[in-house]
């Protein structure tokens, strides 16, 4: 494998998160785009050809490194926690299910603390807010299910506990 090719590979496998074909170049001192598209999609296909556990799948974001679903279940209890606080979790779980929600109604219930969490989960591209009169409405966006492979909002918000 050559070394860009072992540069992306190792770029997807850290980063924990979508990389965009910019970002991948700029790790791998790269100005060729269409050079690093084509090396990420060969990586893409060869986890898939050798039916490997982890799979590289495309996202709005970029590309990300990934468990396969069907083994998903099965490793949960090898996962480290998230990278999101408890507290914050709580909040974000409130948003999802209830949503849309009003901004003031958030902080009635999880404190004056809401507004940093709120403004965490904003910056992260999980929630979104929308002016509404003196406060905002908050919903979750498209990212919020792919960072946690939701389709059912209420099974997230069990795993949280609120």
């Known amino acids: 494998m050559n070394e860009i090719k072992s540069l992306i590979e190792a770029a997807l496998f850290v980063s924990g998160r979508p990389l965009s074909v910019e970002e991948l170049a700029k790790t791998c001192s790269s100005g060729n785009l269409?050079?690093?598209r084509s090396y990420v999609e060969e990586l893409s296909k060869e986890y898939e050809n050798r039916n490997s556990?982890?799979?590289?799948q495309k996202t709005e974001e970029g590309y990300?490194?990934?468990v396969k679903r069907d083994l998903e279940e099965r490793l949960m209890h090898l996962i480290p926690e998230t990278d999101i606080p408890p507290p914050i979790l709580k909040t974000l779980a409130l948003i999802a299910y209830e949503q849309p929600i009003k901004q003031s109604e958030v902080v009635k219930e999880r404190?004056?603390?809401a507004?940093?969490?709120i403004r965490f989960l904003r910056e992260r591209g999980l929630v979104e807010g929308k002016k509404c009169g003196r406060t905002r409405v908050l919903t979750v966006t498209p990212k919020?299910?792919?960072y946690f492979r939701i389709e059912d909002?209420?099974?997230f918000v069990k795993?949280?506990?609120i």
């Open 34 to 36: 269409g050079l690093i």
């Open 53 to 56: 556990g982890i799979v590289i």
């Open 64 to 66: 990300i490194m990934r």
């Open 111 to 113: 404190g004056n603390r």
């Open 115 to 117: 507004y940093s969490y």
């Open 144 to 146: 919020f299910r792919d």
């Open 153 to 155: 909002l209420k099974e």
């Open 159 to 161: 795993k949280c506990n």
